[in-house]
Each structure stands twice: as C-alpha cells, then as structure tokens.
Nanobody, 127 residues
Framework: QVQLKESGGGLVHPGDSLRLSCDFE????????IAWFRQRPGKEREFVSAVAGSGRDPQYVDAVNGRFTISRENSVKISYLQMDSLKPEDTAVYFC????????????????????WGHGTQVTVSS
C-alpha cells in the first residue's frame, strides 16, 4: 500500500521560492511515476509536473515551465517540486500523486492515471 505526504507549503511573496516535498511510504518507489497537481480556488485539479523513475525527461505544464523543477531521490523515496519566481496565480493546494510506470505517457497529465494521492499542501503567493 502506498501513502504519500506533502510538505513545504506556506505563504510567500511574488518572486519568492518554495520547495515542496513528497514523502512516499511503500515499496518499489523507483517503479512509480511521481506527479504534482494543483487545485486553485474555484478550479479543477490540474497537472503541474511529472517525473518517471529514472528522473530523466520530466514533464511540465506550460504555465510553470522554466520556473518549477521536479526531482526525486529514489534512495530515500522523496520527490521535490522546486518552485521559483512564484506568482499570485500559483496560489493553490498542491498534491503529490503516484502511479506505476517506467516512463511518462501522454496520459501522465491526467488525474486518472494516479491511484495514489497525498492530502495536499497549501501554497499562497501574495503581496
């Protein structure tokens, strides 16, 4: 059974940085795709980024490409989402998700590809 726990959210100013962490409890972490989604107020949950077990060739939504960096440390079963140059429109609850897969697929941007979810961490970007 897989359990995920996010941490690292908070209240920051525009232009600041935050690093979110996703702690994975379970086995065979390296066989899971780890993804980050976010849910902004009044909006549906949306894809932010994903990385396969190798850590190579991550995927990003256009809105965060060049500002956010996803990574993972398989030895300690953690994924990170480094968020730089934060904007007010990045304000959301950020969720970590995991699904078995050795590489990213077109479906990797969809919530339905991930049976395992954390409870989320709030990120607020405000002046």
């Amino acid at each position: 059974q897989v359990q995920l726990k996010e941490s690292g959210g908070g209240l920051v100013h525009p232009g600041d940085s935050l690093r979110l962490s996703c702690d994975f409890e379970g086995s065979a972490f390296s066989t899971y795709i780890i993804a980050w989604f976010r849910q902004r107020p009044g909006k549906e949950r949306e894809f932010v980024s994903a990385v396969a077990g190798s850590g190579r060739d991550p995927q990003y939504v256009d809105a965060v490409n060049g500002r956010f960096t996803i990574s993972r440390e398989n030895s300690v079963k953690i994924s990170y989402l480094q968020m730089d140059s934060l904007k007010p429109e990045d304000t959301a609850v950020y969720f970590c998700a995991a699904g078995v897969g050795y590489r990213l697929y077109p479906n990797s941007i969809r919530t339905g590809a991930y049976p395992n979810w954390g409870h989320g961490t709030q990120v607020t970007v405000s002046s």
